[in-house]
Every structure is written in C-alpha cells, then in structure tokens.
C-alpha cells in the first residue's frame, strides 16, 4: 500500500466521524415524535409508527450488511444518507397513517444501510493502515459524537415545533445533502471478499461463513441479546418522554433543552466507556441493567424533575454498555463478514423493538 492510499484509509475515520456530526444534526428527524403528536397522531399511532420501523429493519437488515460486504462499505454510506434525504421529503407530505407507515420504511433502509457498514469501514480501515488497535478509540469517539449531536438536536425541539413540520424537515433535507457529499470522499476499502469476480458467490460465501460463525459462537450470540434487550429500553424511554413531558405540564421551548439534557447521559455514557473499558464485560452488563430498570421505574413517578433524571440514567446505560459491546463484537469477527455480522446484532435489536414499541406506545399514552 501507498503512502498516498494508506493517508486516505486514515483519513475515513475522520469523516465517518464528520459524516455522524453533520447527518446527526437533524431537528425534524430528532423530534419526530413531538411533531406527529403536534400534528394529531396519537401515541398508540406513533407507537406502531415505530413498530413498523423496526419491522422494515428486521427485513433489511442482514441484507444490507452483506450488500455493504459484497460491494463495499463506502457505497452503502452513501446511498444510506441519500434514503435519510429521501426520508425526510416524504415526511412534508405525510397526512396519513398509512404514509407515515412508508415514510418509516425509507427511514429504515436509510438506518440498515449504515448499520454495521460504518463500522466494518472504520475497522477495515484502520487493520489495513496497521492500526486497528485504535478502533476502540474510534467506537467510544463515534458514539460520543453521534450522541452528542444528536441531543444537540433534540436541543432545539422546540425550535422545530415553532418552525412546524415543514420547514424543519427542509432544514433535515440540506443537512443530509451535505452528507451524502461527504459520504462520496471517503476512500473504498477493498477485502479479499470483494476479489471474486462472481457477485452471486460473493453473497453466498457471507451467508454460509455468518451462519457457521454465528452457530458456533455461543457467546456472541449472549452478547448480542442481552446488550440489546437493554438498549431497546432505554431507547424507547426517550422516545416516548418527547411526547409525555408536555403532557405533563413541561412548556415545549423547554422541551428541546429537556431532552438534550437527558440526551447528554448517551455522550458522556460513551466516554465513560473508555474509561471503564477494561472492567469485566459481565459487571459491565449487570450495572448497565440495574441502571435501565432505575430508568423504567421512574416513568410512573408523576414528577417531571424524576422522569426526566430517570431518562437520563437510561441514556448513560445504553451508550456505556453499546461501546463495550462494540468494542467486544468487532474483535470476534473477520474483516469478510464483519458488516453482516454487526448488521445480526441490529436485526436482534429490531425484533426486541418490534415486540416492545407497541408496549411501551400503550404504556405512555
């Protein structure tokens, strides 16, 4: 490898990293709960909104990772920020549920296609650059920028409502359109995988080696279930607290500095990952859970001070735990599979908030 290609694989992560804090910045798509319910969905409506979201997921889901292994990473990215413009411009129109049901299609794809593939191109990346050491470093990093720009969203809720649906998600169009621009500078990374001639092959040998990996690892597949029953938890948690924090009396200017408050507990729960890295995985696991139930427990308490501490302890847990498990994950999988593999454990994720959402919808309305 050139010095030349070898500066470019380096330089992907810092555009993945751009790529997160840029596309994140989305206030439409932060608040997108608050605005259905502005615009007259109901809870239980949102609730299946999400449902469906994560049903589209389940579909997509392995499909897209072994896309992104057969074709390459770098052109999964861009079509995933092009679905989130494609997303965004559906969601102006939607006046329906049944819309609104397709429109949480395209968001899914949009979500899939990133799924593991951003990932895969940061490892591969750096293994190829000789320094895959850092790729903890990078997890813990990615997921502090991604939370952190994604509560700076959720910051301005209350600017989106003022704006109205329309004009936010205009705002979301521009944002991803700059997104896709940098999705298309970043550098391909090419694995022995992507050497076959034979496309139909190609996918054939990530089927067969996924299965017998994911078959034979028994502690993977652990892993992955306990880490996302939680995430799911919490993720849902604050979902549902955008609508259920006016309802209870909070003004909704103060909504956006309210979520992005909670939201705070993601970032510096990723940061604190970094810190805590070389704990044993399993503690990590049991404190995570404990403080997920704390979070759960307080959405019953009519006090807006304590759910919203509760919202912010879950955010903590979720983001402190992903990083690890991150980290953890991507050591037990080869380069050729890796996005497939990643992409399993979203698919898990998806059908854990397939089972919940329309729980929790109930549960809040």
């Given at each position: 490898?050139?010095?030349?290609?070898?500066?470019?694989?380096?330089?992907?992560?810092?555009?993945?990293?751009?790529?997160?804090?840029?596309?994140?910045?989305?206030?439409?798509?932060?608040?997108?709960?608050?605005?259905?319910?502005?615009?007259?969905?109901?809870?239980?409506?949102?609730?299946?909104?999400e449902c469906i979201f994560h049903i589209a997921s389940m579909i997509f889901e392995i499909p897209s990772?072994?896309?992104?292994?057969?074709?390459?990473?770098?052109?999964v990215i861009v079509a995933s920020r092009i679905a989130i413009v494609l997303h965004s411009l559906m969601m102006i129109t939607v006046?329906?549920?049944?819309?609104?049901?397709?429109?949480?299609?395209?968001?899914?794809?949009?979500?899939?296609?990133?799924?593991?593939?951003?990932?895969?191109?940061?490892?591969?990346?750096?293994?190829?650059?000789?320094?895959?050491?850092?790729?903890?470093?990078?997890?813990?990093?990615?997921?502090?920028?991604?939370?952190?720009?994604?509560?700076?969203?959720?910051?301005?809720?209350?600017?989106?409502?003022?704006?109205?649906?329309?004009?936010?998600?205009?705002?979301?169009?521009?944002?991803?359109?700059?997104?896709?621009?940098?999705?298309?500078?970043?550098?391909?990374?090419?694995?022995?995988?992507?050497?076959?001639?034979?496309?139909?092959?190609?996918?054939?040998?990530?089927?067969?080696?996924?299965?017998?990996?994911?078959?034979?690892?028994?502690?993977?597949?652990?892993?992955?279930?306990?880490?996302?029953?939680?995430?799911?938890?919490?993720?849902?948690?604050?979902?549902?607290?955008?609508?259920?924090?006016?309802?209870?009396?909070?003004?909704?200017?103060?909504?956006?500095?309210?979520?992005?408050?909670?939201?705070?507990?993601?970032?510096?729960?990723?940061?604190?990952?970094?810190?805590?890295?070389?704990?044993?995985?399993?503690?990590?696991?049991?404190?995570?859970?404990?403080?997920?139930?704390?979070?759960?427990?307080?959405?019953?308490?009519?006090?807006?001070?304590?759910?919203?501490?509760?919202?912010?302890?879950?955010?903590?847990?979720?983001?402190?735990?992903?990083?690890?498990?991150?980290?953890?994950?991507?050591?037990?999988?080869?380069?050729?599979?890796?996005?497939?593999?990643?992409?399993?454990?979203?698919?898990?994720?998806?059908?854990?908030?397939?089972?919940?959402?329309?729980?929790?919808?109930?549960?809040?309305?």
């Amino acid at each position: 490898m050139n010095k030349l290609e070898n500066n470019r694989l380096k330089n992907n992560i810092k555009k993945l990293l751009l790529i997160d804090s840029v596309g994140n910045i989305m206030i439409a798509n932060a608040s997108w709960v608050a605005l259905l319910a502005v615009r007259g969905f109901s809870m239980v409506e949102i609730g299946f909104a999400e449902c469906i979201f994560h049903i589209a997921s389940m579909i997509f889901e392995i499909p897209s990772g072994a896309i992104a292994d057969v074709f390459g990473r770098k052109k999964v990215i861009v079509a995933s920020r092009i679905a989130i413009v494609l997303h965004s411009l559906m969601m102006i129109t939607v006046n329906s549920f049944s819309l609104l049901a397709v429109a949480m299609v395209v968001a899914a794809l949009s979500y899939n296609l990133a799924s593991g593939t951003r990932e895969a191109l940061a490892y591969d990346s750096l293994k190829q650059s000789n320094m895959e050491e850092k790729y903890d470093k990078f997890a813990a990093n990615d997921l502090t920028v991604y939370s952190f720009t994604s509560s700076l969203s959720t910051l301005l809720a209350g600017v989106a409502i003022y704006l109205g649906y329309a004009l936010a998600y205009m705002i979301d169009i521009v944002i991803g359109i700059i997104s896709v621009v940098i999705a298309f500078s970043l550098q391909e990374v090419e694995t022995d995988l992507q050497k076959e001639t034979k496309i139909k092959q190609r996918f054939v040998t990530v089927a067969k080696e996924s299965i017998r990996f994911i078959k034979e690892n028994k502690k993977m597949r652990v892993i992955i279930l306990v880490n996302n029953v939680i995430g799911a938890v919490s993720v849902l948690i604050l979902f549902f607290l955008q609508a259920k924090l006016p309802k209870m009396g909070l003004n909704n200017m103060i909504l956006g500095p309210t979520l992005f408050g909670m939201g705070l507990g993601s970032t510096i729960g990723a940061k604190a990952s970094e810190v805590f890295k070389k704990n044993n995985y399993r503690k990590s696991v049991v404190f995570s859970a404990i403080c997920t139930m704390i979070a759960f427990s307080t959405v019953f308490i009519p006090n807006i001070i304590v759910v919203v501490l509760g919202g912010f302890i879950g955010a903590f847990a979720d983001n402190y735990l992903e990083v690890l498990t991150d980290i953890k994950l991507n050591n037990m999988i080869e380069s050729d599979q890796r996005a497939t593999l990643i992409s399993i454990n979203s698919f898990v994720f998806s059908i854990i908030m397939i089972v919940l959402s329309p729980i929790f919808g109930t549960i809040f309305s």
